[in-house]
């Protein structure tokens, strides 16, 4: 069974590739646009299909439109109802509705040799709900929670698992939408909405909850697995944030309000839920679940031994779950999802290509883990750049930015480097084996969707990943899964004794992370980063702007604590 997920309506268009239930390659179109989020979520946009990532995952996989056994399309345009009727006030939305009826006509324009009867519609909440509970491991019987803005004509699924079925148990009918509501406070804040609600998030550890009790009467659960999310006069408790101006105190306040009723709400529903199941295992997918904050307040109180979350839990994810869930309809079991690295990635020869055709001066040491791991103890920005790109929307150690931990000024740093606001914190990379020495929180943590305490006694070895509340989103490294970054760890403890690195996305501000070589040269020559780690080559700044323009001569190969390296090169005439 081949099976195409395409994720087109909202935003965060995206394709995925499950063969015989094995997930062969997911990538969000982002990535090839170098559009942030693909599209904005306007009703006018939903034409617009992932179109390079679906013809790249065929390609992975040496595939061609015509041997694709079923392609799904997130969204269920039966299902819905225009908006007016549903209380969202969109007179724009049966356009989009227009367009999601007409998917299969322009999936098959889009993929020419795809016969447009292979298209199947999966309700988008289902299709959320299968790339938790399909993907994640040891889940063969589990609940699930997805959260997001809106989907046809609801904002909310409670849902089981048992073995290859899902079954509904409970939705929230709209208006009523915890995404919706974050996103019209995000947009508030003076934030881009259906974009930086990551931004609100972190902003609310700068504030008090004064305004809870006011945010109740708005925001509340109804005790039956529902909620109440609506209506919410934003302007009455802090006032609006426009552009570039700076936050205040009551805008601090608002959001952290925000963030302690959303997670008030979710652990009512968490709580409902496990009373209908009694699992041990709980999966989340949906926009909501990428707050990372409520999900380890839901891990730490809630009633489920394991909470696994989804990496790709926005819309990006409904295009696996559309596949996963046609492959299991089909009787046939899908395969836990491996790990996030699903998308591009580069041999060593295409690597070196690449940099010979930029003319870039270039090293191969012997061990490019050590190198950078020498790199990083002198205090150097480490723009790395490592096999297959993540599917979602963190760096997990495949296309990130690296820094010293232990020194206090690389938050600030980092920040200036991606032109980011100060007040957002950066993650770090740590040890599997080591994690629960400095922090405390649901682990292993390997797609960084969890916040952790950062124990006392560490807050002030690795001050660059403390957040202002005294919390860091950890991702932990299983050197077994990912030996590379496992040694490149093991290398920075032996030089400096801090099992843990800085870890943020190798992109910079409004830019989608860096996916192919040539985007992270560009961020590696636009921004002042140190070294470029690309497979097994390193690109250092000095020479990289010192040779500029002297053609094809050689770069003498630099040290990397005794490792040494093998050659040097610029150019195609090398």
Aim: charged fraction near 25%; hydrophobic fraction near 40%; include cysteine.
């Amino acid at each position: 069974m081949r099976v195409l997920g395409i994720n087109a309506l909202f935003h965060d268009p995206a394709a995925a590739l499950v063969v015989d239930g094995r997930t062969l390659a997911a990538a969000e179109e982002e990535r090839f646009s170098r559009r942030k989020h693909g599209k904005r979520p306007l009703p006018f946009s939903a034409w617009e299909l992932p179109e390079q990532s679906a013809a790249w995952c065929l390609a992975q996989a040496g595939l061609r439109p015509q041997d694709l056994d079923a392609v799904t399309y997130s969204f269920d345009p039966a299902l819905a109802r225009p908006a007016d009727r549903m209380g969202l006030d969109d007179p724009w939305d049966h356009l989009r509705l227009t367009y999601a009826r007409e998917a299969p006509a322009f999936l098959a324009e889009a993929l020419p040799g795809l016969d447009s009867g292979l298209v199947r519609f999966v309700p988008h909440h289902l299709a959320h709900a299968a790339s938790s509970a399909f993907a994640a491991p040891d889940a063969e019987h589990c609940s699930v929670l997805v959260l997001d803005g809106r989907g046809e004509c609801a904002s909310h699924l409670a849902a089981r698992r048992t073995g290859n079925r899902l079954a509904a148990l409970r939705q929230q009918e709209l208006p009523h939408s915890l995404g919706l509501v974050y996103e019209e406070l995000t947009e508030h804040l003076g934030f881009l909405r259906s974009s930086d609600e990551y931004k609100v998030m972190a902003l609310a550890s700068y504030g008090r909850p004064r305004m809870l009790r006011e945010l109740r009467r708005y925001i509340h659960p109804t005790g039956d697995g529902g909620f109440r999310a609506a209506g919410v006069p934003w302007a009455e408790l802090a006032p609006p944030r426009h552009g570039d101006e700076a936050w205040t105190q009551p805008h601090a306040d608002l959001a952290a309000s925000a963030q302690a009723v959303l997670e008030e709400t979710l652990l009512d529903l968490v709580r409902w839920l496990h009373g209908q199941t009694h699992d041990e295992v709980l999966t989340m997918a949906g926009g909501v679940a990428l707050n990372c904050v409520a999900n380890s307040r839901i891990a730490r109180e809630g009633p489920f031994r394991r909470v696994w979350v989804q990496p790709a839990s926005g819309d990006a994810g409904t295009a696996l779950g559309g596949a996963l869930l046609h492959t299991a309809e089909r009787d046939e079991a899908p395969r836990p999802v491996p790990g996030a690295d699903l998308g591009r990635g580069w041999s060593d020869a295409e690597l070196e290509a690449w940099l010979k055709t930029a003319a870039v001066p270039f090293e191969r040491p012997v061990d490019v883990a050590r190198t950078v791991a020498r790199a990083l103890a002198d205090d150097a920005i480490v723009a790395w750049f490592q096999g297959r790109s993540e599917y979602g929307p963190r760096a997990l150690g495949h296309r990130s930015l690296l820094a010293h931990p232990g020194k206090s000024g690389n938050l600030e740093r980092l920040n200036d480097v991606k032109g980011r606001e100060q007040f957002r914190p950066v993650a770090p990379m740590v040890l599997a084996g080591r994690a629960a020495e400095l922090f405390d929180g649901p682990l292993p943590s390997p797609y960084m969707l969890f916040v952790h305490r950062v124990r006392p006694e560490w807050r002030d070895r690795i001050p660059a990943v403390v957040h202002v509340d005294g919390t860091a989103r950890v991702q932990t490294v299983n050197p077994d899964a990912e030996p590379l970054a496992g040694r490149m760890l093991t290398a920075f403890e032996e030089l400096t004794s801090l099992p843990v690195v800085v870890n943020t996305s190798l992109n910079t501000a409004g830019r989608p992370m860096a996916d192919d070589p040539r985007d992270a040269l560009e961020c590696f020559g636009s921004a002042p980063v140190d070294l470029l780690a690309i497979g097994p080559f390193v690109v250092r700044r000095e020479t990289f702007f010192s040779h500029r323009g002297e053609g094809t001569r050689g770069v003498a190969a630099g040290t990397d604590g005794g490792s040494g390296a093998e050659h040097a090169g610029t150019g195609p005439g090398r």
